[in-house]
């Protein structure tokens, strides 16, 4: 597994942006690229959800409640993957996750949370009306 680290949450008004990121040490087994990760969403009493996902080939995938919205990417420079929130809604307001595996090659659909290894700690985002 790999230390993964989020920050950049924090409370906004609806209409408005944010942009989280989430670094990534520890990555002995394959470099920064090699990793597919995705953002995940949770609130209390509900499952957590995926958001958006990025492949080794740069491959995004996002739900249907965020598409046009939102952009996940990836700096391999820097080992960050972000995620650009724009047009926020109140039913945006979760803590947000953000995990990694090495070992999905390729994507078509967001991947499912038990596929992830590592995920950070969560970063809580708050969007008020």
């Known amino acids: 597994r790999v230390k993964l680290v989020e920050f950049g949450g924090g409370s906004v008004q609806a209409g408005g942006s944010l942009r989280l990121s989430c670094v990534l040490s520890g990555n002995t087994y394959s470099s920064f690229g090699g990793y597919c990760m995705e953002w995940f969403r949770q609130v209390p009493g509900k499952e957590r959800e995926g958001v958006a996902a990025i492949d080794r080939q740069g491959v995004t995938i996002y739900s249907n409640d965020v598409r046009g919205r939102f952009t996940i990417s990836k700096d391999n420079a820097l080992n960050a993957l972000h995620l650009q929130m724009n047009s926020l809604r109140p039913e945006d307001t979760a803590m947000y996750y953000c995990?990694?595996?090495?070992?999905?090659?390729?994507?078509?659909?967001?991947?499912?949370?038990?596929?992830?290894?590592?995920w950070g700690q969560g970063t809580q985002v708050n969007v008020s009306s």
């Open positions: 995990a990694a595996t090495p070992d999905i090659t390729g994507i078509a659909s967001l991947p499912r949370e038990r596929f992830f290894e590592s």
